[in-house]
């Protein structure tokens, strides 16, 4: 394969959860490198929660990618579809959205993502186009198409009907009409998040039924956990970082996030290349970079997407100001562990930073152990050789030499 | 109550299986009789299968007197909801009629209808007229009334998803449509067979949702057994008589059922009333008018209704003609038995036709014993005070006097 796709698609299959029908991908990729042919990636957004949150931008930066491999996105506001409510993994059926509402929230969608697409390679399209148009005849035939049972096989509907929850059944309609979204858009690649499945083969299985000569791949996405790094990113968890939040609050909550998951942030985030982050990486084992100032790098690149370049700057040095007193002082005992890796429970105790593994356990139970500045979380982690900042409380500190 | 509204109650009641607020009924005909107004009594027709038979005409009939005591009859041909089909009691999803088709079925049933309804108290009515209306988001909105389990609690579907046999999501589009009819129609009555029970509260259910301010009273009509007396009449079974059978086999068929079946035919066929009926029984039960006769008044009725009062008559003629040869020879033994009632086999036995009562129970079985020219099927059967002529095969016969 030439180099050029195989890039394309590693790039493309970073970070995802499921492709169905990859070659079908490959070919598409293949065929825009070698004859420039553009394809169709259709993306539904479901315009009941207008303000975008960086768990919606995982799926925005992968059409981004995509553009640049020949995806034309039909971004899809599902105006028509939005008036049902597609109770996807909630309790109970979404209360409908008027007409209005629903087109007022698209217009805010399209502010918010086209500062991530590329809006000369992006149709935006509504579906009340082609549903209206269906009519009820057209409606009707669309539901031969598909069966109650199998449609009961759907995980949410499934848990519903067993516990005796209420299942209007509108909500039958909802993956139908997302489904002939697809076959009225005559995409060949839906992307979506993995709680979406159900729906995205249903595209396959209606452009089959309708019989329009293609059958459109499947790319999901996961869910980005939210700034616990448990959680999937949401608004009602509290735990996200909105596109329009100010910029120093975008700022503030990307650097409290653990290492951990500053790097799936990368992945699933960042425009860098695999290989830019693969370097990063290696500099922060090594010691060459301070975790913090990668967390810094992510912050700014998040920032400047949504605010530009100046305001990034100005969070990160009002950021560095703010948390001046928190900084570690300059004249702090410095301990080697001859032990590597050293349980750092055992570390704290050898440098005589507490009494006890066991009074250090307590500590991090309590949240009261910072590594580099960050939280500790797991009474059981293992230091590898390196050195680090170590503080017991607000004001003990150590510097740690583990060899 | 008066006196006329209290008949007309009584003959609305007749033969019915059941009726959901007969409050409302009874206050639509005192209102009818007190102040002339109409009310409206829908009764839907799917335009599968256009060849009415007498299992139809039941409802045909009971609508006939409705118009009699002021119903204005919205007679509803589902040319809409035909190109669905609701599989009611069927195992497969029936097959979808094209519009050309069920155009074609609905004029056949006008032509047939006609002869048993008022024209000029009947709108015939199509349901594509609103449903069309509606579009794609009327539909919807139509589907958001209903839940899921509730639907699968309707009889058949629930047989069906238990047993793995698939039900499109379509048919549950069809007792939505239906019940939508009644918002459309506002109708103030809906008529039915038992087995619509399901759809016909579903009317009720959507004036009631759509908050059109009345809620449809529903009867229900039994379904007709077939010439077999055990089946209900179909077509597919072959046990029925169709409104467009030629006049002698209409006769040949009426002639042929049992005198059980005949008085049932009566209840639900005959346009008789609650009372002249009463008085034949009686004839016959005290040997004033001979059974057959009976069943050859009913057979003309039935023969005038559809194909007028000569064709009637000559069809009498005929048969009498054809089935001369087994008449009863005029010159056979009388038998008086002093015991009353008495078992069939008894009776055999003492007036010398079988040697034994389990030689007669074994004729019986094998439908060589007729009772007054009609074959006997119950081995238990009493024989109460009267006069019977009892035939064994071809050829023995004896009248039997029971006292």
Known sequence: MNHHVENALNEIKRGISEIIDEERVVSLVKNYFEKGERFLVKVGFDPTAPDLHLGHTVLLQKMALLQKFGATIQFLIGDFTGMIGDPTGKNETRKKLTREVVLANAQTYKEQVFKILDPEKTNVMFNSKWIEALGSAGLVELTTTFNVARMLEREDFEKRYKSQAPISISEFLYPLLQGYDSVAMKCDIEMGGTDQKFNLLMGRHLQRAYNIGKEQAVIMMPLLEGLDGVNKMSKSLGNYIGVTDEPSDMFGKM???????????????????????????????????????????????????????????????????????????EDIETFTCNESPIWIAKALVDCGLETSTSQARRDIKQGAIKLDQVRVEDEQLQLASGEYVVQVGKRKFVKLKVQ
Chains 1, 2 share one sequence.
């Open 255 to 329: 650097l409290s996030i653990s290492d951990t998951l500053m790097w799936r942030y990368y992945e699933l985030l960042s425009t860098k290349t695999l290989e830019e982050i693969a370097q990063l990486k290696a500099g922060v084992l090594d010691g060459s970079v301070h975790p913090k100032h990668a967390k810094e790098a992510l912050a700014q690149e998040i920032v400047t997407r949504y605010h530009g370049r100046d305001a990034a700057q100005a969070a990160l040095e009002s950021f560095n100001r703010v948390h001046a007193q928190h900084e570690i002082p």
